[in-house]
């Protein structure tokens, strides 16, 4: 166990650069297998001294109905997105949202932004204050650009409620 | 039958991409020429699978690959260098 | 056509119709931060269709096992969110005026505090 532990750090990473390389190749030819395993070994031990710790997801049955309830709502927002496109400029009610989150650490914070960005009609724009590191413990906020603004605090307990909770279950942070 | 749907769905394509030159072209600022030039590697990508689909190679998902790389660490680099003025530091 | 082109030739309509409408948005929209919205999501929204039709078609119509495609979705939608974070941060560096309208364009200036923590 513990020589398992050593060669793999990192066993979802692995497995992610395994099945990659072999999508990369299109085929699970026998040659194509050692390079993917040698690979799925390596890279994860090169560039260990780059990464900074990450929290690991707890709760994987919960992060596999957040991927399938992002892909839902990223087909909502665009027809949503498109209705405001095909419709007239002077309708757009465009502004700028400032989310205050309850989240402190950079994995959950990344995603979270992510998800922001391809769903309900906004765009994030920055978290704020910068310094993930130096300062992780005070409170990060969300700048958001949304296209049609009608009701600031509507829009900052929906995103609190469908996409920060799930992540903050998730991480168990 | 499929084939002519899909040409036309190639035309179509072909339409944005003169939609996002005329974007590039148009600017006004350096981010929306950046927008543009990055929504033009993403509707390539478009053409080149519609053109799979068309030919029914396999052969072009690796140039489609490629594409999306470049055009996607091109984008950030020219993203960094505005804000910093600089890419590496 | 079988059932299953039909499947295609709809992903393949919906897929261009998405991509033209990310253009149209890029055009059309009145500033820089309206426009993002359209080749963010429509745009990406479109390829994903796009390439779902072309693993349609290479899987069960010219029967050859071909998940590359997956690849080309997994890193548009991995990469699209970053480049649009990338190009608002520099719009915001730049100072683009939002248009006319829009709400709340003090939180522009007050980001500068905001990231120094205070």
Same mark, same amino acid.
């Given at each position: 166990?513990?020589?398992?532990?050593?060669? &793999?750090?990192?066993?979802?990473?692995?497995? &992610?650069?395994?099945?990659?390389? &072999? &999508?990369?190749?299109?085929?699970v030819a026998p040659i194509?297998?050692?390079?993917?395993a040698v690979l799925a070994v390596l890279i994860p031990q090169l560039t260990a001294p780059f990464r900074d710790p990450q929290p690991p997801i707890r709760r994987w049955g919960l992060a596999l109905r957040y991927i399938g309830r992002v892909l839902l709502d990223i087909v909502l927002a665009n027809l949503q997105v498109i209705k405001l496109v095909l419709g007239p400029n002077k309708n757009l009610r465009p502004g700028f949202v400032l989310v205050p989150l309850a989240i402190t650490e950079a994995l959950p914070l990344t995603i979270l932004a992510g998800t922001v960005s391809l769903t309900p009609g906004t765009v994030s724009a920055e978290i704020l204050p910068y310094q993930l590191h130096e300062n992780s413990a005070k409170p990060k906020f969300l700048l958001l650009h949304v296209l049609d603004l009608q009701n600031e605090a509507e829009l900052i307990a929906s995103i609190k409620q469908r996409y920060e909770q799930p992540l903050k279950e998730i991480f168990q942070c | 039958m499929l084939n002519q749907i899909v040409l036309i769905a190639m035309i179509g394509i072909g339409i944005a991409l003169l939609l996002n030159l005329w974007a590039l072209l148009r600017g006004p600022s350096v981010p929306d020429r950046l927008l543009a030039l990055d929504t033009m590697y993403i509707n390539s990508i478009a053409l080149l699978l519609c053109y799979g689909i068309y030919a029914a190679s396999s052969l072009h998902f690796e140039a489609a690959l490629l594409i999306?790389?470049?055009?996607?660490?091109?984008?950030?680099?020219?993203?960094?260098?505005?804000?910093?003025g600089d890419i590496i530091e | 056509m079988t059932w299953l082109e039909w499947i295609i030739a709809l992903l393949v309509i919906a897929g261009t119709l998405f991509v033209l409408l990310g253009s149209v948005a890029l055009i059309k929209l009145p500033d820089f931060y309206t426009r993002l919205h359209g080749p963010t999501k429509a745009t990406t929204l479109g390829l994903g269709s796009l390439v779902l039709a072309s693993m349609v078609f290479f899987n069960f119509i010219e029967q050859q096992l071909n998940l590359q495609q997956l690849l080309i979705a997994l890193f548009l939608f991995i990469s699209a969110p970053v480049t649009a974070y990338m190009l608002i941060k520099a719009g915001l560096h730049q100072k683009l005026a939002p248009t006319a309208g829009t709400q709340q364009q003090e939180l522009m200036k007050q980001r500068d505090k905001l990231a120094k923590g205070e």
């Open positions: 166990m513990n020589f398992i532990n050593t060669l &793999l750090p990192t066993p979802a990473r692995s497995l &992610l650069l395994f099945v990659v390389w &072999l &999508l990369l190749n299109n085929s194509h297998l050692i390079v993917a | 999306a790389m470049l055009g996607f660490v091109s984008t950030v680099a020219v993203c960094k260098f505005m804000l910093r | -």
